[in-house]
């Protein structure tokens, strides 16, 4: 099946500084979104992007699908950027259903 | 709009028992998807019903099932808990069982077992 690669697993930054998440996927896909986990675990709607460029405030996002990745931009980042990325794709013939990265957890120091 | 809710949003139960957990999707969404959260494996995904129907299923033991019910609400069930089934179960809504669709998280349920 797909395998869907985050890169870094981790990461500390102080507040104010920029950051890109990778998401690495190794076959065509239909669907990729990003995700934010807050600490209570809920998975908060960042990008739904299966191809192209989106921006969102301090956010933006660009899935390159010829080339299977997409690339998770944070821009002036705040305390409340910290917790858990995780980036998700979906293919044909298997519905809804998403295959999740192993995640990217930043911590962003005051 | 409201979102996605889950309840119970705690549950402590002990090997043995079971447990029943319950998911309404967005209104209008028709397809609801479950997905287990582990320190060890990651998001797992669970099963997908859309239309009272069990789509699509995920590598699980038989221990785990679910149903949909025709307002689109969805229950899943585990029996014989494990302590292993400790996680974070969430649930997921979209207008259709499509590939092609953004799905939308529900706050999860805890569950424990001791």
């Known amino acids: 099946g797909i395998q869907v690669e985050q890169s870094p697993p981790d990461l500390i930054l102080q507040e104010g500084a920029n950051s890109t998440l990778r998401c690495n996927f190794s076959d065509s896909v239909n669907n990729l979104q990003w995700f934010h986990q807050n600490p209570w675990g809920q998975l908060i709607n960042l990008f739904y992007i299966p191809s192209g460029t989106k921006q969102n405030g301090r956010l933006s996002a660009t899935t390159v699908a010829t080339e299977r990745y997409s690339l998770l931009y944070i821009s002036s980042s705040q305390t409340t950027d910290s917790g858990v990325y995780f980036c998700?794709?979906?293919?044909?013939?298997?519905?809804?259903?998403?295959?999740f990265g192993q995640g990217t957890e930043l911590s962003v120091k005051p | 709009k409201a979102g996605v809710t889950q309840t119970p949003r705690y549950l402590i139960k002990t090997r043995g028992q079971q447990v029943t957990l319950s998911c309404s999707p967005i209104?209008?969404?028709?397809?609801v998807s479950w997905y287990q959260q582990t320190p060890g494996q990651g998001l797992q995904f669970l099963f997908e019903y859309f239309s009272e129907t069990q789509r699509n299923k995920g590598n699980f033991p038989g221990r785990f099932s679910g149903r949909q019910f025709s307002n689109s609400r969805s229950e899943m069930n585990v029996s014989t808990l494990e302590l292993g089934d400790s996680a974070l179960y969430l649930c997921?809504?979209?207008?259709?069982?499509?590939?092609?669709?953004?799905?939308?998280f529900g706050p999860g349920t805890r569950l424990t077992v001791l």
């Open positions: 209104s209008g969404h028709r397809s």
């Open positions: 997921a809504s979209s207008l259709v069982a499509s590939s092609y669709n953004e799905q939308f």
């Open positions: 998700a794709v979906s293919v044909d013939n298997q519905g809804g259903k998403l295959i």
